[in-house]
């Protein structure tokens, strides 16, 4: 029995000894009487199951959105409540269902509400019910989130007008100048539009957006000094028209505008509905104001659209560190019928649509191929050939992966089933190997001295009598392929102790036909350092073996001099994040 195995052995043996029978007990002294089948164990408890989609108080959820979370590992099945009531939602239970429970000893980890509600909050919850003897339901916290809306602000819009008065130009109709946080107009003429008194005629306004819109509403606030009542200058009698291009202009009707109120706090009065037409400009031809006169005002105007495309990127675009085995995840266009979905490193080959990738009918795609450290840029065409357009292009969006994978980083170590020196391999009764990986004592990993996470490596070494050198090795039971995903460079993270001796450092890596290659770390001294070294590798430099990097069996980490053993030197070193991959590309 190696040292490992016997401090283990007296641990469990007193852990044994220790152990008390667990009893049956009440919980928080709750009575549960006809309210489960079984007991109901922390009530109110908000963290029964994670990976909950849509998460806590997330808005503009798709309305067709299903529910899911990540059961824990004791859960046997699921009470699923759903409503739009949070008393409801947070206080039913199965004896008073209150309407809102929608599953009953479900297993499964997700739930299809149906077609929700434009612009809603809606509450879920979901209890666990574990398993025999007891069948024990643990309540789950009421969750919120809100729905789409129906339609949503155009923000990119410019104007124009047939004339204007000095300092009154059309832009002020579209800047927001005037309005409160509750969008209520102030009496502030600099923040109104106004034509040149005397101007020639017609008089009108033209709205250009940065693209082709599926347009809902327009908005209006009229003319809204503190005089108009008296002068009239807010538009009355006008007839709106709409152009996909700037030329050939169609008339939406002839319309009344609602004359301001000449206050402070005014709020839009006329909503002009453009019934989904597609639209990029909108013009206004004016006719007549309220007061009868030849010069015309307007405070505001807002244009709403209906959301064709796709949006809501997952990742976000330009998210950098995403996973090699992401998801890609969008909110669909409104009435899209499939998605293409267009991928690639080459941002011309997504822009001219030469990287089609697949067509869909979920607005989700797993990778399973991308590359460390690269930049992909992707966009989703909403189709549906009964619509006009029957296509809406997306916008381009990018992300960058991850750069490195993790070959060890220490983290899955623990002192019971997966000590780390059954996997770590060290000098303990071999002579000439004077490493000893992991402490003598739990916690085997160092839990105080880490790169990242919670754990890493400590390393003894001592080159002292039968030892030149010191090596500790993992070997894995299927090779390894260390260029898979455009890999290039192998990093280790390693800190010295003060009270070292300085041993050359160096690393032995073989294939799984024993060919293999070693490389020495460039700083004598690295075992000195009381700072994390990055020992970064690229594997141009490992020669020969470089061409058999699909096949990596053995890591060896060594310190003393494998050419040329020379007995002498003592300390430990740490070892944490072993990885593989390539730096991404700059911005």
């Given at each position: 029995m190696s040292k490992h195995a016997s401090v283990v052995a007296a641990l469990f043996l007193a852990a044994c000894l220790q152990a008390q029978p667990l009893t049956g007990q009440a919980i928080d002294g709750r009575a549960v009487s006809g309210e489960t089948s079984g007991p109901l164990a922390s009530l109110g408890d908000p963290e029964q199951v994670a990976?909950?989609?849509?998460?806590?108080?997330?808005?503009?959820?798709?309305?067709?959105?299903?529910?899911?979370?990540?059961?824990?590992?004791?859960?046997?099945?699921?009470?699923?409540?759903?409503?739009?009531?949070?008393?409801?939602?947070?206080?039913?239970?199965?004896?008073?269902?209150?309407?809102?429970?929608?599953?009953?000893?479900?297993?499964?980890?997700?739930?299809?509400?149906?077609?929700?509600?434009?612009?809603?909050?809606?509450?879920?919850?979901?209890?666990?019910?574990?398993?025999?003897?007891?069948?024990?339901?643990?309540?789950?916290?009421?969750?919120?989130?809100?729905?789409?809306?129906?339609?949503?602000?155009?923000?990119?819009?410019?104007?124009?007008?047939?004339?204007?008065?000095?300092?009154?130009?059309?832009?002020?109709?579209?800047?927001?100048?005037?309005?409160?946080?509750?969008?209520?107009?102030?009496?502030?003429?600099?923040?109104?539009?106004?034509?040149?008194?005397?101007?020639?005629?017609?008089?009108?306004?033209?709205?250009?957006?940065?693209?082709?819109?599926?347009?809902?509403?327009m908005q209006i606030w009229n003319y809204n000094a503190a005089s108009e009542s008296i002068s009239g200058f807010g538009l009355k009698d006008v007839t709106i028209e709409y152009a996909s291009n700037g030329v050939d202009w169609v008339a939406l009707g002839d319309f009344e505008f609602a004359q301001a109120s000449a206050t402070r706090g005014y709020a839009y009065n006329t909503a002009v509905d453009f019934g989904g037409v597609t639209v990029r400009q909108v013009r206004i031809r004016v006719h007549s104001n309220w007061g009868g006169r030849s010069q015309y005002g307007l405070s505001e105007v807002r244009f709403f659209r209906i959301p064709m495309r796709a949006r809501q990127p997952e990742p976000a675009s330009e998210a950098?560190?995403?996973?090699?085995?992401?998801?890609?995840?969008?909110?669909?266009?409104?009435?899209?019928?499939?998605?293409?979905?267009?991928?690639?490193?080459?941002?011309?080959?997504?822009?001219?649509?030469?990287?089609?990738?697949?067509?869909?009918?979920?607005?989700?795609?797993?990778?399973?191929?991308?590359?460390?450290?690269?930049?992909?840029?992707?966009?989703?065409?909403?189709?549906?050939?009964?619509?006009?357009?029957?296509?809406?292009?997306?916008?381009?969006w990018s992300f960058t992966t991850q750069e490195y994978m993790a070959l060890d980083d220490f983290e899955s170590y623990d002192d019971d089933d997966n000590c780390i020196y059954e996997t770590w391999i060290d000098g303990y009764d071999i002579p000439a190997n004077g490493s000893q990986v992991g402490h003598l004592d739990v916690p085997f990993a160092e839990q105080m001295i880490v790169h990242s996470g919670a754990q890493s490596m400590p390393l003894f070494y001592d080159n002292g009598g039968d030892a030149t050198r010191s090596e500790a090795e993992i070997t894995w039971s299927a090779p390894r392929n260390w260029i898979?995903?455009?890999?290039?460079?192998?990093?280790?993270?390693?800190?010295?102790?003060?009270?070292?001796?300085?041993?050359?450092?160096?690393?032995?890596?073989?294939d799984n036909a024993a060919r293999f290659v070693v490389l020495k770390h460039p700083d004598s001294n690295v075992a000195l350092r009381t700072d994390w070294q990055t020992w970064r590798i690229a594997f141009s430099e490992l020669g020969a073996v470089s061409m058999h990097m699909t096949s990596i069996a053995k890591l060896v980490i060594g310190l003393g001099d494998r050419d040329n053993p020379t007995p002498g030197g003592s300390g430990v070193i740490y070892i944490d994040d072993i990885l593989i991959g390539r730096p991404a590309p700059g911005p």
């Open positions: 990976g909950r989609e849509p998460a806590e108080g997330r808005v503009d959820v798709w309305r067709d959105t299903d529910l899911s979370w990540a059961p824990t590992e004791s859960t046997h099945k699921h009470d699923v409540y759903f409503g739009a009531v949070f008393d409801d939602v947070n206080e039913a239970g199965r004896a008073r269902p209150l309407g809102v429970l929608v599953r009953r000893d479900q297993q499964a980890d997700t739930y299809d509400p149906g077609r929700l509600e434009f612009g809603r909050t809606y509450y879920w919850r979901v209890d666990e019910v574990r398993g025999a003897p007891d069948y024990t339901i643990v309540k789950g916290k009421a969750w919120a989130f809100t729905t789409e809306t129906l339609a949503y602000q155009i923000e990119k819009v410019t104007a124009q007008a047939s004339s204007s008065q000095a300092g009154a130009g059309p832009e002020h109709t579209i800047d927001g100048s005037g309005l409160d946080a509750d969008e209520a107009h102030s009496i502030d003429q600099a923040a109104m539009w106004l034509s040149r008194n005397g101007a020639a005629q017609p008089t009108w306004l033209r709205y250009d957006f940065d693209g082709i819109y599926k347009l809902h509403e950098v560190g995403v996973s090699v085995d992401s998801t890609l995840r969008w909110q669909p266009g409104r009435e899209a019928a499939w998605h293409e979905l267009y991928i690639s490193t080459d941002i011309d080959a997504v822009t001219g649509r030469a990287a089609l990738v697949d067509v869909l009918a979920e607005g989700r795609f797993p990778l399973a191929s991308l590359d460390l450290g690269q930049r992909y840029y992707w966009r989703v065409d909403e189709v549906n050939e009964s619509e006009r357009p029957q296509s809406w292009a997306g916008n381009l898979a995903r455009g890999a290039e460079v192998l990093v280790l993270h390693i800190r010295g102790a003060m009270g070292n001796d300085p041993v050359p450092l160096y690393i032995v890596i073989e």
